[in-house]
């Protein structure tokens, strides 16, 4: 079977570092680190992905703007977003969603739930 | 005439004897041979119904008999079923002895999931704490640490000035600035655990805001004494209580972010690894 990959943007790194451990229990998926929105874009740029998972709330460029980049590149416009949101926040989640994310994971993000969601987005049983 | 004809006995002759007698003789011997007739007829007939009831006799016996073999089907038909029944019983306990152990197992496996997701929870805590030199990194780390992983929507961090024997906040979210101010030591829960270096949880309403009552006070130690605290304001609206986990970051926080924030501060003080490694053999 093919190796999928997975980039994911997020700011903070111990999040990061969590969301990277979830990920390793997922055979045969490569995961990139992006430390913010241009990074995230810096790696886009340099590889084809699978599956991206970002924060909203990042310095620099945050993941709203980071969604709408990615569905405006011919080359990723169909890749499965994942936006991580706080339950709060509603109206980033719906933005995002509305700018074309494909689903979203509410923080504080359990291993189980990311795990889930991942595999069900690369229908990987 | 020949002697033969002659009577021995001087009787008569057949000839000699009277039409009448001879009539008599032959009407009895018509009516002997009817009778005789008659009683082979009759004995024909019993012979007959003799054998129709010998045949119905053995029509009864073959259906009786075929009757028995069937009762005995029945029997054997029924020990089958018993039989059957007995091993559908054993299937379902075998069935719902599965299920449960199914349950149980998927219970584990749901109990060693969450484990395994503390652990990682620890571990990350843990890890980015001390794997920052910067004061701003570790102040940073110490902010996912509260918001990300124990779910706190709100709250501030202090440290003690022991210069100037107050409490002063170093980092705050979502609480308003003009409510983020430092304390005198002893003054508010803060204050009080500070002082004594005691944890100060709210176990029920924990999404009641009440600053003279926080939903959680968590006294920052170094070498067990206060050095700082955290005050949770608020938690996310998801978070309905405190988890098992939520403790042990708890315990991380208290043991560990203090000495974290020690280290870094001494070591940019210090302008590096080199500066702050000086002196250490004399130490040794």
């Known amino acids: 079977m093919a190796e999928l990959s997975c980039l994911v943007v997020e700011d903070s790194p111990m999040m990061r570092q969590l969301l990277v451990f979830a990920l390793a229990r997922i055979k045969r998926l490569h995961v990139t680190e992006a430390e913010d929105g241009v990074d995230g874009l810096r790696k886009l740029a340099q590889g084809k992905y699978d599956l991206i998972i970002t924060d909203i709330n990042m310095p620099i460029m945050d993941g709203l703007k980071l969604v709408k980049r990615i569905r405006s590149d011919e080359a990723h416009k169909d890749v499965p977003i994942i936006i991580i949101t706080t339950e709060g926040s509603q109206e980033d989640r719906q933005r995002a969603m509305a700018l074309g994310a494909t689903a979203y994971i509410t923080k504080p993000i359990q291993a189980p739930q990311v795990i889930a969601k991942v595999k069900e987005l690369l229908s990987i049983e | ?284």
């Open chain 2, 1 to 284: 005439m020949s002697d033969e004809d002659e009577p021995r006995d001087g009787g008569r002759r057949a000839s000699d004897v009277p039409m009448d007698l001879l009539k008599e003789r032959e009407a009895f011997v018509r009516s002997f041979l009817k009778k005789g007739v008659e009683y082979t007829e009759l004995l024909l007939r019993e012979n007959r119904e003799l054998r129709e009831e010998l045949d119905e006799v053995r029509n009864e016996n073959a259906r009786l008999r075929s009757q028995v073999a069937s009762d005995d089907a029945i029997r054997d038909l029924l020990r089958t079923v018993e039989r059957l029944e007995a091993e559908r019983r054993a299937l379902l306990d075998r069935s719902k002895q599965l299920e449960r152990f199914e349950a149980e197992h998927e219970h584990r496996q749901a109990q060693i999931e969450q484990e395994m997701n503390d652990l990682a929870n620890l571990y990350v805590a843990s890890f980015q704490l001390h794997g920052s030199l910067s004061v701003r990194r570790v102040v940073r780390h110490l902010q996912d640490m509260v918001g990300q992983l124990v779910g706190a929507d709100a709250f501030v961090i202090y440290v003690i000035d022991d210069a100037a024997g107050r409490i002063v906040p170093i980092a705050h979210e979502h609480v308003e600035p003009s409510e983020v101010r430092a304390l005198e030591l002893g003054e508010g829960p803060v204050g009080e655990a500070c002082m004594t270096g005691l944890r100060r949880l709210r176990e029920l309403d924990v999404h009641r805001v009440d600053r003279s009552d926080p939903v959680a006070v968590i006294p920052l130690l170094a070498d067990g004494k206060p050095v700082g605290a955290v005050e949770i304001v608020r938690l996310l609206e998801q978070k309905s209580g405190w988890a098992s986990v939520d403790h042990e970051l708890f315990e991380l926080l208290a043991a560990h972010a203090g000495a974290a924030l020690i280290a870094a501060n001494l070591y940019e003080q210090a302008g590096g690894p080199l500066g702050a490694l000086r002196h250490l053999t004399s130490k040794l």
